[in-house]
């Protein structure tokens, strides 16, 4: 059974730095795609930042040049470091992962990131 869990949210002022962890369990991250997303209330999951197997990193245009998307295979982890937060980067961020053979999309429970201003 694939369980990816995330760790690492808060509540941090404007400016401030976060750096999300999730963990996966039941699957091995190796040449699978990770991403994060975020969904604020009332709006729509939005990606925020993508890796690929072959380490290939990117990002919506909001969090370009602030948040950082890396994988450590031996640990089986994907992670986002997030720097100079504002408060619109506020939401619950998800751990997904998509399966390179099968298809298959996973994600994890999320945890919460509140920036204030």
């Known amino acids: 059974q694939v369980q990816l869990v995330e760790s690492g949210g808060g509540l941090v002022q404007t400016g401030g730095s976060l750096r999300l962890s999730c963990s996966a369990s039941?699957?091995?991250?190796?040449?699978?795609?990770l991403a994060w997303y975020r969904q604020a209330p009332g709006q729509q999951r939005e990606l925020v930042a993508q890796?690929?197997?072959?380490?290939?990193?990117n990002y919506v245009d909001s969090v370009k040049g602030r948040f950082t998307i890396s994988r450590d295979n031996a640990k089986n982890t994907v992670y986002l470091q997030m720097n100079s937060l504002k408060p619109e980067d506020t939401a619950v961020y998800y751990c997904?992962?998509?399966?390179?053979?099968?298809?298959?999309?996973?994600w994890g429970q999320g945890t919460q990131v509140t920036v204030s201003s």
């Open positions: 890796i690929t197997g072959f380490g290939r990193a």
């Open positions: 039941g699957v091995a991250i190796s040449f699978n795609t």
């Open positions: 997904n992962l998509i399966q390179a053979f099968s298809g298959n999309n996973y």
